[in-house]
C-alpha cells in the first residue's frame, strides 16, 4: 500500500522588506525677521509595508528552497502462519503442518517518517488534510482515516486524515509576537492502523496538506 502525501506549499512567499514612500511632505517659511536664531519646521510622513507569507513543507525542500517531489510513503503488509502445531520454515514450497487459523499481518512501513516545517507572519496558521485520492486497489477500497499520523512536537500537531473530503484544522502554535509569528519543525510518523482483514492488491491513495492564516 502506497500513500502519497503532497504539501500544499509554498501556499504564499512573498515577504516586503520595506517599501519607504514619502507620502506627504508640508512646507515653511520664515522670515525676515529681526530676531535670531531663526527657525522653520516641516514634516515629512513615511509608510513602510511588510506582506505576509507562508512556508510549508512536507519531506524535501527545506527552508528556503521549496521541494519538487511529492513524498510517498509505503507499507507492505506480511503475513505470517501461525506457529502451531509446527514452526514454518522460510522458503518457496515448503510444506508444513497447518492449524488452519488465518495468518497475523506484520506491517512494515517505509519512509514514513517525514520532516515538516511551517514558517510565516501572517499570525495563526492552521492545517488540514484533504482525501485528494482515495486508497484503492482496482474495485477494493481501504478507508483514508486508517492512516494515522503522530508528530514529534506538540506544537506542530497534524491533523487527522479524514475519509473523504477535508478534514478538522489543527493549530500551530506560534513562536514569537504574540503568535503572530510561527517558526517550527518536526517529524511526522505516519502508520497503518491495520483494521480488517483486505483484499490482496497494491492499495494507491493521495492526501493533501494545507496550511492557511486568516
Known amino acids: ?18 517599501l519607504v514612500t ?3 511632505a508640508a512646507s515653511s517659511t520664515a522670515g525676515p525677521s529681526a530676531t535670531v536664531p531663526l527657525s522653520t519646521g516641516v514634516n515629512l510622513d513615511f509608510t513602510i509595508a511588510i506582506d505576509k507569507f507562508i ?4 519531506g524535501d525542500g527545506a527552508w528556503p528552497t521549496p521541494g ?6 509505503s507499507f507492505a503488509l506480511t503475513p505470517s502462519i501461525p506457529a502451531v502445531p509446527t514452526t514454518p520454515v522460510a522458503g518457496n514450497n515448503t510444506p508444513v503442518n497447518w ?12 519512509g514514513n517518517a517525514l520532516p515538516v516545517e511551517v514558517r510565516s507572519n501572517a499570525g495563526q496558521v492552521t492545517l488540514r488534510a484533504t482525501s485528494t485520492t482515495p486508497l484503492a ?4 477500497t481501504i478507508p483514508l482515516s486508517e492512516i494515522t499520523i503522530a508528530s514529534s512536537d506538540a506544537n506542530l500537531p497534524a491533523p487527522q486524515i479524514p475519509n473523504t473530503g477535508t478534514g478538522a484544522a489543527v493549530n500551530v502554535v506560534g ?10 519543525t ?9 483494521l480488517a482483514s483486505r483484499t490482496a492488491g497494491t492499495y494507491t491513495g493521495q492526501v493533501t496538506f494545507t496550511a492557511s492564516s486568516p
Do not use: E, K
Open 99 to 110: 492449524s488452519g487459523a488465518a495468518p497475523g499481518f506484520g506491517v512494515t512501513p517505509s
Open 22 to 24: 514619502a507620502a506627504r
Open 55 to 58: 512556508f510549508f513543507r512536507i
Open 175 to 184: 513562536t514569537a509576537f504574540a503568535n503572530l509569528v510561527t517558526q517550527r
Open 1 to 18: 500500500m502506497t500513500l502519497r502525501a503532497t504539501h500544499a506549499g509554498l501556499l504564499a512567499l512573498a515577504l516586503g522588506t520595506g
Open 186 to 194: 518536526a517529524t511526522w510518523t505516519f502508520s497503518y492502523a491495520n
Open 137 to 140: 486497489s482496482g474495485a477494493n
Open 68 to 73: 519538487g517531489t511529492v513524498s510517498t510513503v
